[in-house]
């Protein structure tokens, strides 16, 4: 997963702790899967999946949405895993 974000985990807990606005604009919040896998490694005990979760809901609470269901075609509904339509719908949609 790291490989497909634009900032690492480290790098979006630093911003955080800065205040930088500009974290809210990355992919980082938005790829994380809540593996906890960086929360077992960090060698500071931060919890950075709940700190992801945290952003991605004050982005979510500005009430703008990424995904509309009807763009979704019949075909891809069918072929789409049920359990990564809803992941998805509650990531990007506000």
Do not use: N
């Not at 955080?16 to 500009?22: A, F, S, W």
């Amino acid at each position: 997963m790291v490989g497909e974000m634009d900032i690492t985990p480290s790098q979006m807990m630093r911003m955080v702790q800065l205040g930088q606005q500009d974290v809210m604009e990355t992919k980082v919040m938005w790829i994380c899967a809540s593996c906890f896998a960086c929360t077992v490694r960090c060698p500071r005990g931060l919890d950075l999946a709940k700190v992801a979760e945290a952003l991605r809901q004050v982005k979510l609470r500005q009430a703008v949405d990424h995904i509309d269901i009807k763009d979704i075609s019949d075909s891809e509904i069918k072929r789409l895993p049920q359990i990564a339509m809803i992941s998805a719908c509650r990531k990007f949609t506000g």
